[in-house]
């Protein structure tokens, strides 16, 4: 890659920037004064919301709807493009760049880049690094620290997903998402780090478990040999510097426990056991046992880097969550909904049991759409699995990202292998009407999609029953 004078830098343009990593970058920028505009397929709240802030958006491939300014060919040294990997190589607006050869970086390029100078936790993991991200991020602005924050959905607490501190101030911390698609977190050298799970994903990339495991490692390594990794017990990260913190709910050996966890009230409540003390009754403001143990993993990071036991207790508990993570939208004694990004076999199962637990002697329901077919291939057996564990299950067709079609992988198979006797395939048309002949005691929609288009239609029609 060419070298990038970040000094001459004056607008940024964003293809794709509508997702939540782009978005988040955008809004740093727009911050940081420069001009900021771009490209994104759709619109959504996002979009709606980033044009509110002075953002320039359009939402069809054409280079003459790009603002003179970003398209001018003498302001190119001025001018950053930067890039999601669910851009298609075939862009219009890409190729236009790349033939007029402007500064094109990768997003995690540009995220590589802002940390830096400054003292870094990557939090990575196939799932839970966005709610463990944003627990950190709460916990260390609770406790005064200087905080920045990449999150990967929009906080509650925040209402967004960048949480700005000063970086021209001293002690500046910036807490980011280490992604592993696409091998994103590579381009990171955090101070530490969270590592949460190494379940297998992602395959369309890496090829295999193994390979995917190797660059976990290699991400591992790049961690400063004077910090300190957070994993999750019973992770293999090979040879690594830095040295090694574990923590879990079931692995008495573990650093860091979360034990003695109760449900009181809709809300958890657990015993927060370290090298040197135990915390006793801390609440967490986020239902879900995985999130008891996501509080867990970003409880360590915070003590380790000297986080007083009071701001730690206060953050946890006035936590309130991101957007579609185990979301309520509607609790009436008739019908509970929640929404969750849930895409993976393994956070498909800690949903549906989070609901079960929560919730007993309910009939749990839900929708799921399933994300990428290469995903649905690699799991399909997982995926049924998973969904098995539900009373009702409505089934949506693949929601294809940045795919094109595979033969015979569809949503079918994933059907055939439920176990359950009371499933639907149904379009997004579909459940709607089922969900209004049947309403369920607990509904759950799940996917990574477009299924939260589905979200206000589904709550204002539990609304009114």
């Not at 620290?145 to 509650?156: E, K, M, P």
């Not at 799991?379 to 929601?399: C, K, M, N």
Request: contains cysteine.
């Amino acid at each position: 890659m060419k070298q990038i004078n970040w000094q001459t830098i004056t607008q940024v343009y964003f293809l794709g920037i509508g997702g939540i990593g782009m978005s988040a970058l955008a809004r740093y920028f727009l911050a940081e004064g420069k001009l900021v505009a771009g490209y994104d397929r759709t619109s959504t709240p996002l979009t709606d919301a980033l044009k509110s802030e002075g953002m320039k958006i359009h939402f069809e491939d054409d280079v003459t709807q790009i603002p003179n300014s970003f398209a001018d060919l003498n302001l190119k040294d001025q001018t950053l493009v930067v890039l999601t990997p669910a851009i298609p190589l075939h862009h219009t607006e890409l190729e236009y760049f790349k033939n007029k050869e402007f500064q094109l970086v990768k997003r995690s390029q540009v995220l590589g880049f802002i940390t830096e100078p400054h003292v870094c936790f990557g939090v990575a993991g196939t799932h839970g690094k966005t709610t463990t991200s944003s627990i950190l991020a709460h916990i260390l602005n609770t406790a005064g620290h200087n905080i920045t924050a990449f999150l990967g959905g929009i906080s509650s607490n925040y209402k967004s997903n960048l949480l700005l501190g000063k970086s021209s101030q001293p002690k500046h911390e910036i807490v980011v998402e280490a992604d592993e698609y696409d091998r994103s977190f590579l381009t990171l050298f955090p101070d530490a780090a969270i590592i949460t799970s190494m379940d297998a994903d992602h395959l369309d990339i890496y090829g295999s478990k193994e390979e995917m495991h190797l660059n976990y490692q290699a991400f591992a390594a790049q961690v400063h040999p004077n910090g300190f990794i957070v994993q999750k017990s019973g992770l293999e990260l090979g040879n690594c510097s830095a040295r090694k913190i574990t923590y879990s709910l079931a692995d008495k050996h573990a650093n860091y426990r979360g034990e003695n966890i109760k449900v009181v009230n809709g809300k958890y409540i657990f015993d927060l056991v370290t090298p040197a003390y135990v915390i006793d009754g801390l609440e967490l403001g986020l239902p879900g046992r995985h999130n008891v143990e996501n509080a867990v993993a970003a409880s360590a990071l915070a003590i380790e880097r000297g986080v007083d036991l009071v701001s730690l207790k206060e953050a946890l508990k006035s936590y309130s969550g991101v957007q579609r993570r185990f979301e309520y939208h509607l609790r009436k004694e008739s019908v509970i909904y929640i929404d969750d990004y849930a895409h993976h076999p393994e956070e498909l199962k800690a949903a549906i049991l989070s609901a079960r637990e929560l919730h007993p002697n309910k009939r749990i329901a839900a929708a799921f759409q399933p994300h990428l077919f290469t995903r649905t291939r690699d799991f399909v057996d997982g995926f049924a699995e998973s969904l098995s564990l539900l009373d009702t299950l409505y089934l949506l067709e693949i929601y294809p990202a940045r795919e094109l079609p595979i033969e015979g992988v569809d949503a079918g198979i994933i059907f055939d292998k439920v176990t359950i006797q009371d499933k639907h395939r149904v379009s997004k048309e579909e459940l709607i009407a089922q969900l209004r002949i049947n309403t369920p005691q607990v509904f759950l929609t799940l996917g990574a999609g477009d299924i939260d288009q589905l979200v206000e239609p589904i709550k204002a029609l539990f609304a009114a029953e």
